[in-house]
């Protein structure tokens, strides 16, 4: 959006209610667009229409993460410490993901995850990018978008699980798309089953946006159920977070070593 102050409102019209007032240049999702409005996505979820005279489209073309395929062949890694690895904190800012009954959300434990798996590998030496390290909305294009602009060796998106009925399900569960990333998925499942205390529940196809579209190898891992009375009690803690840090750390080393 633009740097003048731009209204944004709860109509396509001059005459509507003014929900916010933006300071400065941002980007928002367009939703739609009506007459010579757009309506977007605000940061809290909520909608608003902005004029299109105030503001810039641009093309979902022009930031895919298509676009950022690398023009080169991947980085063929035979140590981890050569490697480039993305490690993406599922959900975030408005999206919370699952919520825990004792009030904790997915969003903060995929966070905390994280950083302590970065933790773990930059100590190695590892290049490590993260595709958030706050608590912000990042789209599932541009969670892709960073694999490809980095030509990474493993894409590691973390996650913690729901299902509709509570206490029906518990542990983990490892998530492939392609066939060639099985043995990324299978080194990594592997280490979970021998070092995380709750059950696993092994390798699974996933046909999730942020592997489908993903040039660059990549799994998913469900690490516990937030609606499962059991797991929330492991789940939420430095002692589980920095288990799982270990045990992916450990499968790297050892995937990277084998190749």
């Not at 590691?156 to 099985?182: F, P, R």
């Not at 092994?202 to 937030?226: C, D, K, M, W």
């Not at 045990?247 to 190749?259: E, G, K, N």
């Amino acid at each position: 959006m633009g740097a003048n102050p731009t209204n944004i409102r709860q109509a396509p019209t001059t005459e509507a209610e003014i929900l916010t007032t933006l300071r400065s240049a941002e980007e928002f999702d367009v939703l739609s667009e009506e007459n010579e409005w757009y309506e977007i996505e605000l940061t809290d979820g909520s909608r608003g229409f902005v004029a299109s005279w105030v503001a810039e489209k641009i093309t979902g073309e022009t930031v895919s993460a298509e676009e950022a395929l690398p023009a080169q062949a991947p980085h063929y890694a035979t140590t981890l410490a050569e490697a480039t690895i993305v490690i993406d904190a599922g959900h975030g800012g408005y999206d919370p993901g699952a919520v825990a009954s004792s009030g904790f959300t997915e969003k903060e434990v995929t966070l905390n995850t994280a950083l302590l798996l970065a933790d773990r590998l930059e100590n190695a030496g590892v290049n490590v990018i993260l595709t958030r390290s706050t608590d912000e909305h990042i789209s599932l294009n541009d969670r892709v978008y960073h694999a490809h602009q980095a030509n990474a060796d493993a894409f590691i998106s973390l996650h913690y699980d729901s299902v509709e009925q509570a206490n029906t399900m518990s542990g983990t569960t490892t998530y492939y798309y392609s066939e060639d990333e099985l043995p990324l998925a299978e080194a990594i499942n592997h280490q979970l089953t021998q070092d995380v205390r709750l059950d696993n529940n092994g390798i699974r196809y996933g046909n999730y946006q942020v592997l489908r579209t993903n040039a660059q190898p990549s799994v998913l891992l469900e690490l516990g159920y937030l609606n499962n009375d059991y797991d929330i009690t492991v789940v939420n803690t430095h002692e589980y977070q920095s288990t799982v840090a270990d045990a992916v750390y450990t499968a790297l080393d050892r995937y990277f070593s084998q190749r």
